[in-house]
């Protein structure tokens, strides 16, 4: 069974900053696998990104993501009020432990 | 647009079966082809996939959970079902059911928090 590991635990960012968020996997995974959720405080998860690197529906230009084999990326290119979640990194059936992204 | 809600008791009894179902509109789980999972989410902690079922019946479980657990499926009510029988304080959690068309999720239910409690 594949095992994720999210880092940082917790970034602590400004508004406007670049934030990028890992994911490893303990073994190789298909890049069609590979998705980032993100989710906000007594809210469901919401798809960001699928097959590593395309956005969903709606979703805006400055996510994005980028990887293959054991090492995924997610990326914010200028964070915006709205963007200070938990992000969730998800292969197969497992979810990698989050990243929660704060205002510094 | 697909939407899905989560229906069930909120309290249930140690030992006792967690029963919940989600309904599905706006999708057809009998044409669509897409897998209908549950997943959930213990309180202020992370997701774990609980399972996930096809229209066929067809399932697949978290080996972690299998065998207290069971996915069904009533594709003329266009509902899906979870069963997690034997529940301890440790199954509290937010329970979400949700829609996979490949291998992520789309679209998620808002979640039901059941409490596991005498």
């Known amino acids: 069974e594949i095992v994720l590991t999210q880092s940082p635990g917790t970034l602590s960012l400004s508004p406007g900053e670049r934030a990028t968020l890992s994911c490893r996997a303990s073994?190789?995974?298909?890049?069609?696998?590979l998705a980032w959720y993100q989710q906000k405080p007594g809210q469901a998860p919401r798809l960001l990104i699928y097959g590593a690197s395309s956005r969903a529906t709606g979703i805006p230009d400055r996510f994005s993501g980028s990887g293959s084999g054991t090492d995924f990326t997610l990326t914010i290119s200028r964070l915006e009020s709205e963007d200070f979640a938990v992000y969730y990194c998800?292969?197969?059936?497992?979810f990698g432990p989050g990243t929660k992204v704060d205002i510094k | 647009q697909v939407h899905l809600q989560e229906s069930g008791p909120g309290l249930v009894k140690p030992s006792q079966t967690l029963s919940l179902t989600c309904t599905v509109s706006g999708d057809s789980i009998r044409s669509s082809g897409d897998f209908w999972s549950w997943i959930r989410q213990h309180p202020g902690k992370g997701l774990e996939w609980i399972g996930y079922?096809?229209?066929?019946?067809?399932?697949h479980y978290n080996p972690s959970l299998k065998s207290r657990v069971f996915i069904s499926v009533d594709t003329s009510k266009n509902q899906f079902s979870l069963e997690l029988t034997s529940v301890t304080a440790a199954d509290t959690a937010v329970y979400y059911c949700a829609r996979s068309p490949l291998h992520f999720i789309d679209y998620w239910g808002q979640g039901i928090l059941v409490t596991v409690s005498p």
């Open positions: 079922v096809y229209y066929s019946g067809n399932t």
């Open positions: 998800q292969s197969g059936i497992t």
């Open positions: 073994q190789s995974v298909s890049s069609s696998y």
